[in-house]
């Protein structure tokens, strides 16, 4: 598996099912792929393990996922070859084993599509936080009776680095 210096790509695409029966459109998925694992409602171990097969040999693993009101289908490959385009797509970089735990926890709970993920968040609180010093430390600057405010740099550095903790080892990006 991926080591610290290589890292590992997950792809994953939600198809979401509407008047369409869940094996009609699976067997036409399943042309697209030569090598995959079928899992129906699997849990967050099942994908792990399944995935890290995979990515053991190939470092890159795709996951499917096919959703309608009642279950969700997962098609976990190396390779994806001419399907049609996902409702959502996204692309994981991964370092850490830690990273492919938290991306496939969500992919399993079904919050891999949301909107606010805990690196916006962490960015947003980044930009927050140090462009506060930034202007604190201008007006410190300009008035004398502010020059506290250099004091303050350690602590953005140590808040900076709890922040930056909270992300989850790895980076999403939309396909």
Known sequence: MGTMAEK?????YLFELRNQPMSAY???????LKHFVRLVNPDEYSLFENSRGILRSSGKVYIIELRDELSRWFYIAP???????????????IGKEK??????????????????????????????????????????????????VSNLLPLVFLLSGLIEGFRRGYKKKKR
């Open 99 to 148: 990273g492919l735990e938290a991306v496939l926890r969500e992919i399993a709970e079904g919050k891999a599509h949301r909107k606010w993920s805990v690196n916006k968040i962490s960015t947003v609180l980044q930009i927050i936080l140090w462009g506060g010093f930034f202007v604190l430390s201008y007006f410190g600057y300009k008035n004398d009776q502010a020059g506290w």
């Open 26 to 32: 699976a067997r036409e998925m399943e042309r697209h």
């Open 79 to 93: 390779v994806v070859e001419n399907i049609e385009k996902p409702e959502a797509a996204y692309e994981y970089e």
């Open 8 to 12: 590992m790509k997950v792809i994953y």
